[in-house]
């Protein structure tokens, strides 16, 4: 099974495990759903890169993760936000790939059509 595969299945276990972040939302999507009511999580795209050194192979992945919710300011999302990070610490091993470090690169909090977005990559 291919690292971003892999990678992406565990992370969506790990998001769907972890109790405070699903009650915060209606549910979390692999992929954008048809319809969705809000507030709501989406892990997006995927993507992987060659990386590896002498001894090893590996991948560099980076992995969307959104967070939508139709609330008049961003409060309800921060509760929500501050879980990512804690849960992708603890995503396990899985089809013979390891994370090795797993870190928030950007977010971003934009208004959209009256909808609040974190985009964690």
């Known amino acids: 099974m291919s690292a ?11 998001l769907r495990a972890d109790t ?5 939302l209606n549910g979390l999507f692999d992929g954008d759903p048809v319809r969705a009511s809000q507030p709501y999580g989406v892990v997006g795209e995927c993507i992987g890169a060659d990386w590896g050194g002498k001894d090893v192979a ?8 959104g967070l939508h ?9 921060a509760g929500m936000i ?7 610490a603890g995503v396990a091993v899985r089809e013979g790939w390891r994370i090795v470090t797993a870190r928030l690169v950007r977010s971003r909090v934009a208004r959209a059509t009256r909808q609040l977005s974190l985009i964690h990559i």
């Not at 971003?4 to 790990?14: F, G, K, S, W």
Request: hydrophobic share 50%.
């Open 69 to 77: 919710d139709g609330g008049e300011t961003p409060a309800r999302l």
């Open 4 to 14: 971003e595969v892999a990678v992406r299945a565990a992370v969506i276990d790990a």
């Open 58 to 65: 590996g991948r560099e992945l980076r992995l969307t993760i």
């Open 82 to 88: 501050a879980r990512i990070d804690p849960v992708l």
């Open 20 to 24: 405070l972040l699903m009650d915060g």
